[in-house]
């Protein structure tokens, strides 16, 4: 299993979207270099204010591309790292990965897989309808999230737009991926 990285994205500041760049860099144990999210304790704004000291396993957010064109068909446009992920892929099923895959970018960059994104109201304020879009039920009624995957940095590394992403699974039994 492979694919590639589209766009990269990061923002200093928080602010629901991140702009893209031409190279981000991955900084071991604290996430993008610059980018608001990065750090070893938590530093989204709801999980700071429920513990600061938690670390933080929502360092690297990636998202994958085909849930823009899937979003795109239901009249939605959304652009790399317009729902503030950092790491836009194509051609690898992230969202079927099970907790503790690493996944190794471009000449020396891994992440490891921690859980899902958990997508929040400011979707919709972004585009209307678009949460509806995100998140969802399967058949037997269990909540289905598609905002991609969030990780922690295992070594550092440049990401650019066109590096190669390899996909290393975990020893079995796989933990399928929740929430983080």
């Known amino acids: 299993m492979s694919g590639r990285v589209t766009a990269v994205s990061s923002n200093g500041?928080?602010?629901?979207?991140?702009?893209n760049?031409?190279?981000?860099?991955?900084?071991?144990?604290?996430?993008?270099?610059?980018?608001?999210?990065?750090?070893?304790?938590?530093?989204?704004?709801?999980?700071?204010?429920?513990?600061?000291?938690?670390?933080?396993?929502?360092?690297v957010h990636l998202m994958h591309e085909e849930l823009f064109d899937e979003v795109g068909e239901a009249g939605f446009r959304v652009m790399p790292?317009?729902?503030?992920?950092n790491i836009t892929t194509r051609g690898i099923d992230l969202l079927a990965l099970p907790t503790?895959?690493?996944?190794?970018?471009?000449?020396?960059?891994?992440?490891?897989?921690?859980?899902?994104?958990?997508?929040?109201?400011?979707?919709?304020a972004f585009r209307t309808g678009l949460l509806k879009r995100v998140?969802?039920?399967?058949?037997?009624?269990?909540?289905?999230?598609?905002?991609?995957?969030?990780?922690?940095?295992?070594?550092d590394g440049v990401v650019r737009p066109g590096d190669p992403i390899g996909v290393e699974l975990p020893a079995e039994p796989f933990r399928p991926l929740e929430r983080v």
Do not use: W
């Open 135 to 155: 998140v969802g039920r399967d058949e037997e009624g269990r909540v289905v999230r598609k905002a991609g995957i969030m990780s922690v940095v295992r070594e």
């Open 13 to 19: 500041e928080y602010s629901f979207t991140k702009p």
């Open 81 to 85: 790292g317009d729902l503030g992920e």
């Open 100 to 124: 503790g895959t690493l996944l190794r970018i471009g000449d020396s960059a891994v992440l490891e897989v921690t859980g899902l994104r958990n997508p929040c109201l400011q979707i919709d």
């Open 21 to 59: 760049r031409d190279s981000i860099r991955l900084l071991t144990g604290i996430g993008v270099e610059g980018d608001v999210h990065a750090g070893a304790t938590v530093k989204h704004r709801s999980r700071m204010a429920q513990d600061p000291t938690r670390p933080n396993l929502r360092q």
